[in-house]
């Protein structure tokens, strides 16, 4: 079934609905319709086949879920361009996705000028402001143009590719992640039954439309249900509170670093701290979360915050709560059964490891979610694929009730003195100290354990504090083993992000790895 399809119907069922908002801009799914097919009729003329491959350079905005209705109706791939990457990136992305359309701002134009000189056969399409001269590329003239032919949704088989989506990476070039028809739908409707989505339901969308958690978790399950969505123009803790006050959504999804801005908002503002009833459920993911921020977003907010997994690989989350489900602390939910199959296999390979076992092994799925394999990478296809099964990489435990937990990536296990310590676990205590706004623990170098627990650190701006009193924490610390105690505590005035929001360890252990002595230390000897 072609995408197109669910939209279709949100249209016929819903047409009056507002569909999109974005500052004071309403669009109803009626007009949202329109303008889809006055663009898929604008493509079509010039010269659109199907399988196109349409690359979409925004930030969120409107524009972005009509570039995909379009697409979809004439059978193209969707291809949403991190906003976030660098020059490299961007000029190997829209080379290897095989790029015929693009869309973006003129003022973008001027960044992509002379990566486009090697791509003089991309059709360009501008979003916001009009220029004479060129209004025949720009969206806004395009949408007001008649439809003279009928515009229908071609028909796609299940395994044909929708959108082609880039993970930001911490190593090496972007990975171009194949997303078919199914695997989108499956992940869709996924949501919409755990969630218990319908019209009547409206998402404050704040994730980046780039990613899975800005359109398979949040905006289009919302717009395959007839529901609203409206776009927040800009991040900002104080920005989100004041809408959602303001136009009183059902639901939201925060990356962590944005709960954590919540949170330090709200602490920072006590006056602020109200309830907000409407808000019926809010999930939040991206990376591990420290429980004590949870709790503080809990008892302010008023909402049981769902926690979630996911990666690109899966187009959407695939671990979660059930809508009116009770949160676990700490842990991600279950696996949605009715679509994905999960073990787990201890870190040495050798065995499966059952969920009463208590033990904390590597993730692999399978199921109709799970990507058909990375675009043009067959040597990682080898590498992450196994009899069908995905290897995700993260080190997982699951309780005897099927409960699952998130240890760390298999990447970031330290071991030291021949002990495995998870950075997650140690980086949760050390959120706990109130003069930490921030907190990333890797291995450095150590000449006598190999490696040594690192703790880099961002403290609270009003916060005085020296890395003295974080040492003297860790010591006095019940829930904090000797041996996992960071030896080495430094403070930083930000931490590197990837594109997604996420903390950079890669970059973090390339810089402090080569920066510092392998025989420098700032603790005792292990105890």
């Given at each position: 079934?072609?995408?197109?399809?669910?939209?279709?119907?949100?249209?016929?069922?819903?047409?009056?609905?507002?569909?999109?908002?974005?500052?004071?801009?309403?669009?109803?799914?009626?007009?949202?319709?329109?303008?889809?097919?006055?663009?898929?009729?604008?493509?079509?003329?010039?010269g659109f086949t199907k399988g196109d491959k349409v690359g979409i350079y925004l930030a969120n905005c409107p524009d972005y879920l009509i570039l995909f209705y379009?697409?979809?109706?004439?059978?193209?791939?969707?291809?949403?361009?991190?906003?976030?990457?660098?020059?490299?990136?961007?000029?190997?992305?829209?080379?290897?996705?095989?790029?015929?359309?693009?869309?973006?701002?003129?003022?973008?134009?001027?960044?992509?000028?002379?990566?486009?000189?090697?791509?003089?056969?991309?059709?360009?399409?501008?979003?916001?402001?009009?220029?004479?001269?060129?209004?025949?590329?720009?969206?806004?003239?395009?949408?007001?143009?008649?439809?003279?032919?009928?515009?229908?949704?071609?028909?796609c088989r299940d395994s044909e590719d929708a959108m082609l989506m880039y993970t930001s990476g911490t190593t090496g070039k972007p990975k171009g992640v194949r997303q078919t028809h199914r695997t989108n739908s499956a992940s869709i409707e996924m949501v919409v039954d755990a969630w218990k989505l319908t019209s009547r339901d409206h998402i404050l969308a704040t994730l980046p439309m780039f990613h899975v958690g800005g359109l398979q978790c949040t905006t289009l399950p919302t717009l395959f249900t007839g529901g609203t969505v409206t776009l927040?123009?800009?991040?900002?803790?104080?920005?989100?509170?004041?809408?959602?006050?303001?136009?009183q959504p059902t639901w939201s999804g925060l990356i962590s670093t944005m709960l954590i801005d919540v949170v330090n908002f709200f602490k920072a503002n006590p006056q602020e701290q109200r309830p907000m009833n409407h808000y019926r459920l809010c999930?939040?993911?991206?990376?591990?979360?420290?429980?004590?921020?949870?709790?503080?977003?809990?008892?302010?907010?008023?909402?049981?915050?769902?926690?979630?997994?996911?990666?690109?690989?899966?187009?959407?989350?695939?671990?979660?709560?059930?809508?009116?489900?009770?949160?676990?602390p700490g842990s991600m939910g279950k696996p949605m059964a009715q679509v994905v199959e999960t073990k787990i296999v201890s870190t040495d390979g050798e065995r499966l490891i059952a969920p009463a076992d208590e033990e904390a092994g590597v993730m692999y799925l399978r199921g109709d979610v799970v990507t058909p394999g990375y675009w043009k990478r067959d040597e990682l296809n080898r590498e992450r694929f196994e009899d069908g099964w995905l290897k995700t990489g993260d080190i997982v435990r699951w309780d005897e009730n099927g409960y699952l937990y998130y240890t760390d990536r298999f990447d970031d296990l330290i071991i030291t003195g021949g002990e495995n310590v998870y950075p997650k676990e140690v980086e949760n205590i050390l959120a706990e100290h109130p003069a930490v706004?921030?907190?990333?623990?890797?291995?450095?170098?150590?000449?006598?354990?190999?490696?040594?627990?690192?703790?880099?650190?961002?403290?609270?701006?009003?916060?005085?504090?020296?890395?003295?009193?974080?040492?003297?924490?860790c010591v006095l610390h019940r829930g904090l083993a000797g041996y996992k105690r960071p030896r080495k505590v430094l403070f930083v005035s930000e931490l590197p992000k990837t594109g997604s929001g996420k903390i950079n360890k890669s970059i973090l252990k390339q810089q402090y790895r080569m920066q510092h002595s392998t025989s420098e230390t700032s603790g005792g000897n292990i105890v």
């Open positions: 079934m072609n995408l197109a399809s669910y939209l279709e119907r949100s249209v016929r069922e819903n047409p009056q609905q507002v569909a999109i908002r974005m500052d004071e801009k309403e669009i109803t799914y009626e007009q949202f319709d329109q303008r889809a097919r006055a663009l898929a009729a604008y493509f079509r003329k010039n379009a697409a979809w109706m004439l059978g193209g791939v969707a291809d949403p361009i991190n906003y976030r990457f660098r020059q490299e990136e961007l000029a190997f992305v829209i080379a290897d996705a095989e790029i015929k359309w693009l869309a973006l701002t003129r003022e973008d134009l001027e960044k992509l000028k002379d990566i486009l000189t090697d791509h003089e056969h991309i059709r360009l399409l501008f979003a916001g402001e009009v220029e004479e001269g060129n209004r025949h590329t720009c969206l806004s003239e395009i949408y007001k143009t008649s439809v003279e032919q009928k515009v229908s949704v071609l028909p927040l123009s800009r991040w900002s803790p104080k920005n989100w509170i004041s809408q959602s006050r303001e136009l999930f939040f993911g991206g990376s591990p979360t420290p429980s004590v921020i949870c709790e503080y977003f809990e008892e302010v907010v008023g909402v049981n915050l769902l926690e979630i997994y996911g990666q690109t690989e899966l187009s959407g989350l695939m671990i979660t709560y059930q809508a009116g489900e009770r949160r676990i706004a921030e907190v990333a623990v890797i291995g450095t170098p150590h000449e006598r354990w190999v490696e040594q627990v690192t703790a880099i650190i961002v403290p609270r701006e009003e916060a005085n504090v020296a890395i003295a009193d974080i040492e003297a924490f």
